[in-house]
């Protein structure tokens, strides 16, 4: 974490980037879906331009960013630049906030028997209230309606 912000500095800065992403327009962002037994395999597909923040994650997993490069701010690594081909592992408790710079192919792996969608998001994903927002929505997943084009 940069000495610059602690941990909940970034937390309200990306609560402040959230609030702010409703004035943009929504972006289509496909969103694959695979089961394999005890693995479920979410890839999705960002355009470039793309601004959006990730629910924050109760689990650790992997990564793979196949295509694409990506500036991200998060509580737990700072300010990073990613630039496919990269593998990582995202950690518990990880919430980011995402600029896709290029078209981007980001899939992540859950361990889990689960393959109702609402089920896994209430196992892998901590709903977020976010204070800034109105209506006080909780996000269970990403959707196409938080990604947005700048």
Request: one cysteine or more.
């Amino acid at each position: 974490m940069s000495e610059l912000a602690t941990s909940r500095e970034i937390t309200e800065i990306i609560d402040q980037f959230e609030a702010a992403l409703i004035e943009y327009p929504t972006v289509d962002c496909p969103v694959t879906h695979q089961f394999t037994p005890g693995l479920y395999i979410r890839q999705t597909t960002v355009p470039a331009g793309t601004l959006f923040t990730s629910a924050e994650h109760k689990t650790e997993h992997p990564f793979v960013l196949t295509e694409g490069e990506l500036e991200i701010i998060s509580e737990n690594e700072g300010a990073v630049f990613y630039k496919a081909p990269l593998h990582g592992v995202t950690k518990a408790g990880t919430r980011r906030m995402i600029h896709a710079i290029t078209d981007v192919v980001w899939t992540t792996f859950h361990v889990t028997n689960e393959t109702d969608l609402d089920k896994i998001a209430e196992e892998i994903l901590v709903p977020n209230c976010n204070p800034l927002l109105g209506n006080h929505i909780e996000r269970w997943r990403i959707s196409n309606n938080q990604m947005k084009q700048i």
